[in-house]
């Protein structure tokens, strides 16, 4: 599964790979094109950080209702 990511990464630009010569390893490395994904993933991540609490219980109520055989109501707080 890794080495399919790896190589999807490398097929859209996103990291470049180099076989070691006589050994049995490759190494990966970002390209620039890579690299320009750091800000975008970084936003992401610190979204994800600011609303773990409000989408961990959005889960708990959709959980709660599949279990009662029924659909999840309410407003999402944020």
């Not at 990966?28 to 994800?48: C, H, I, K, M, V």
Request: negative net charge; hydrophobic residues 35%.
């Amino acid at each position: 599964m890794l080495t399919e990511t790896l190589r999807r990464l490398e097929r859209d630009g996103l990291v470049t790979r180099r076989p070691e010569p006589h050994q049995s390893t490759v190494e990966y490395s970002l390209t620039p094109l890579g690299q320009s994904l750091a800000g975008p993933l970084d936003a992401l991540r610190r979204w994800s950080e600011e609303h773990e609490a409000v989408v961990e219980d959005a889960r708990q109520r959709f959980d709660a209702a599949r279990a009662a055989g029924k659909p999840a109501e309410g407003r999402i707080q944020t």
